[in-house]
């Protein structure tokens, strides 16, 4: 079994990320959740840059991501990982309000691993993100970066 690896939130709504960190919390997962507020900061945790120059080596098992954030959208996010070798294979879950048929396409287009509509029921919701939470997290297998 591989190193416990954190699960990145990209969520600019406090609520929907109280509620998913609380979820992920509630399926007794040992991985650290991070939780940045919109994509660019999404992109310097996972580049190593700005406030997370230091953090350790490694991808996150997962980045649960939504589309609608400020300065750098969930779909600009996705291009940009999908464009950098170092994290193009790095596991990216959709978790969005949009239920727009353009951006479901976009997002398979451009690579996504998942895409989960946030059920508006809180219960569905927390049944969504443990259960996207364990798979990616626990059950998921990646292959070795030697």
């Avoid at 580049?47 to 953090?55: L, N, Q, V």
């Amino acid at each position: 079994m591989s190193d416990i690896r954190t699960i990145l939130l990209a969520e600019d709504s406090p609520a929907d990320a109280e509620m998913a960190i609380d979820a992920l919390r509630d399926a007794n997962l040992a991985n650290p959740i991070v939780h940045v507020e919109d994509g660019v900061e999404a992109m310097d945790y996972l580049m190593r840059r700005g406030a997370y120059k230091d953090r350790a080596e490694g991808l996150p098992a997962v980045l649960l991501l939504d589309i609608k954030m400020p300065r750098m959208d969930g779909l600009e996010v996705l291009q940009a990982i999908r464009a950098e070798d170092s994290l193009k294979h790095l596991p990216v879950v959709i978790l969005s309000s949009s239920r727009e048929e353009s951006d479901l396409a976009r997002s398979w287009d451009m690579g996504v691993n998942a895409y989960v509509v946030k059920p508006v029921d809180i219960e569905q919701f927390f049944l969504a993100v443990k259960t996207l939470g364990r798979f990616w997290a626990v059950i998921n297998e990646i292959p070795n970066k030697g």
